[in-house]
């Protein structure tokens, strides 16, 4: 069976100026996928997820996120995806059930629906004694796993994250892939970046980013193969310093 394609990235360029941050990307990912998305610092990912979240323009290329065009739907993608990143999710100042009920309202769910999704949820989390506690005083692997959770509240096709499991134990990081697993499970395609190589090798697929273009792509299997490595970490030193192997 032919896999759907929820996103299809073909000659992607984004320039600022003389710099090209993006430099003729292409692939493609699957409904249901859990897809790694690596790079060194400064390879040109952050720009890359910005344009497929809707939120920047390429400067040249087709791009379609829910087979949504990136340049003439922005909005329809933001509607269609779900986003969640290390640095900014979730409001400390709310507390739990508020930041819910915040996120399903920007989301466009209806009121009855974010009630019983807010209850359900809590629940799923075993989160009912926090709901009317704020988030800031919540500990952070709590705080990553509610707003994973969050991100896929309106059940998107895509959800985009972005270093979601910095900072946490490793206990907790388990518990979070368990989590990537069962949303994966269920349909949603999940984009993810990560620093933690031992987490790639959980996903589906991996793309490896050098100098604003995608150099390496294949199962981790495949490019622990292709690269003669024990690890996706040997694979991904390989080819982020060639010189010093």
């Known amino acids: 069976m032919i896999p759907n394609t929820v996103i299809s990235v073909h000659n992607l360029v984004k320039r600022f100026g003389n710099f ?4 003729h990307l292409n692939f493609e990912v ?25 939120l920047s323009e390429p400067t040249s290329g087709e791009v379609l996120v829910a087979g949504f065009n990136a340049r003439k739907q922005p909005e329809k993608i933001k509607k269609s995806i779900g986003y969640m990143c290390q640095k900014f999710s979730l409001y400390e100042d709310l507390t739990v059930r508020e930041n819910i009920m915040l996120y399903g309202g920007i989301y466009g769910m209806r009121k009855k629906e974010i009630r019983a999704r807010t209850n359900s949820l809590l629940a799923k ?14 500990p952070l692997g709590l705080r990553q796993k509610l707003a994973f959770s969050v991100a896929v509240l309106h059940e998107p096709r895509i959800v985009f994250l972005d270093e979601p499991t910095g900072g946490v134990d490793p206990i907790t990081r388990r518990q979070f892939w368990e ?9 949603i395609t999940v984009f993810v970046t990560t620093h933690y190589m031992d987490e790639a090798e959980y996903c589906d697929r991996i793309s490896i980013m050098s100098e604003g273009r995608i150099v390496a792509l294949d199962t981790p299997a495949g490019l622990k193969k292709q690269y003669h490595a024990d690890s996706v970490e040997e694979v991904f ?9």
């Open 30 to 54: 699957y409904e249901g996928e859990i897809f790694g998305f690596l790079g060194t610092n400064g390879a040109g990912k952050t720009t890359a997820i910005r344009i497929l979240s809707g």
């Open 237 to 245: 030193i390989k080819i982020a310093r060639p010189g010093k192997n």
């Open 179 to 187: 989590m990537i697993y069962e949303t994966a499970a269920g349909g």
């Open 20 to 23: 090209i941050a993006n430099d």
């Open 125 to 138: 989390l075993h989160f009912e004694e926090y709901g009317d506690r704020l988030i800031s005083s919540l």
